[in-house]
């Protein structure tokens, strides 16, 4: 199962197990990840998984920025909507989220042979 | 000595590790005279991925060479020329001993390369590849990529299934639906071209095109023109001065004037 390991200034805080479905990311109350940071607009992205159009029996994993005020990047680049990759890494206010997708890892490195 | 070419013809070529890996499944080769430029990116886990690669392109070398140095004596049928058939079984007689040479060495088990391959003849090229190993075309300015990726973010975007961004960075952009070695049999797609003078072919990996887009690989090669060694060394620069996360190949073809 991919997860998302939430961190700040470099200290661990949880692991965001990702399952089908969507996660509010932001400082309201009312938010799947709540984040206690100014910066962070009151819903600030919105993480969603559902079944992979690409490979039967894995999971993708998309963010979208919801108009946020100081935006969300992933490696450092400012993005509006994007597919996670294992290894990459979503910056929020000063909140980190890793990617964690072990059954994508392989592909990142490997160029891989699609089974018929 | 393959004299039928039309045109005169000059190859150079590179393959580097790059930047992030340890060791280079890449494999290229060239024979100017023969009219022959080959590229083959390999896969395979235990480093297997060379031992693909190396046996692709010798076998192809050794079945094409001296077959190129007579006339041909296949039958063409009237869907593909001679050379395009030979270009075919020589890739089948290729994947027969990557796919033999795994089952002699389990640890070897599933290993594969892409391939890409020119081969020139009177006014004609015969363009053959599998995988996602890419071969483009420059002709004037202009700078075309001649083969299809057998990928699996391809055929999904032409179907429909995904759009063109979605298709850009996502974590299947490396998944490819064909490759030579892995199943008993594999068949290359086959294509051909009239030829001009000063059409450049560049046969590269994904190392090259996943870092440097195909505005400065033109540039590139336009500015080089005439120096193939060091075009293909600036364009191994360009991916690693971008990171340089995979192995990084190319081949030139460039044909001249008329002979």
Redesign the interface.
């Known amino acids: 199962m991919p997860k998302l390991v939430h961190s700040r200034e470099g200290k661990f805080l949880e692991d965001i197990p990702l399952q089908e479905g969507s996660l509010l990311i932001g400082r309201r109350p009312d938010c799947d990840v709540r984040l206690d940071d100014e910066t962070v607009s009151g819903r600030h992205a919105i993480v969603t998984v559902a079944p992979s ?3 039967e029996g894995l999971l993708d994993v998309h963010i979208e920025d919801q108009n946020s005020t100081n935006g969300t990047t992933v490696d450092g680049k400012e993005i509006k909507r ?5 290894g990459e890494v979503v910056k929020i206010g000063s909140h980190e989220f890793a990617m964690v ?1 072990e059954a ?1 890892r392989g ?8 089974p018929e | 000595m393959n004299t039928t070419i039309a045109y005169t013809v000059a190859m150079a070529g590179i393959t580097d590790t790059g930047r992030a890996r340890e060791h280079n499944e890449d494999a290229i080769a060239w024979d100017e005279s023969r009219g022959l430029a080959l590229l083959a990116d390999g896969m395979g886990g235990h480093n297997a991925g060379d031992v693909a690669s190396r046996l692709c392109i010798d076998t192809l070398n050794e079945i094409l060479l001296p077959t190129l140095d007579k006339p041909l004596r296949l039958r063409p049928n009237k869907h593909m020329s001679r050379h395009a058939t030979l270009a075919r079984r020589a890739v089948n007689k290729a994947n027969t001993a990557i796919y033999e040479n795994a089952e002699a060495n389990p640890a070897r088990k599933g290993m594969g390369t892409t391939l890409a391959m020119v081969l020139f003849y009177d006014d004609k090229a015969v363009v053959a590849h599998v995988g996602d190993s890419r071969v483009y075309r420059l002709r004037g300015r202009e700078l075309e990529q001649i083969t299809a990726d057998h990928s699996l973010v391809r055929e999904l975007l032409e179907k429909g299934v995904i759009s063109a961004e979605e298709a850009e960075d996502n974590p299947y952009s490396h998944v490819i639906t064909k490759a030579v070695g892995v199943r008993p049999r594999v068949v290359a797609e086959v294509q051909e071209f009239a030829t001009q003078p000063g059409d450049v072919f560049l046969l590269c990996s994904d190392g090259l095109t996943d870092l440097v887009d195909e505005r400065d690989i033109a540039e590139a090669l336009g500015a080089f023109a005439g120096h193939w060694q060091r075009a293909a060394q600036h364009l191994v620069d360009l991916a690693n001065n971008h990171g340089g996360r995979d192995n990084i190949s190319v081949v030139i073809a460039a044909l001249g004037g008329p002979r």
């Open positions: 159009a690409y490979m994007h597919m996670l990759k294992h997708d994508t592909f990142e490195t490997t160029t891989v042979i699609l």
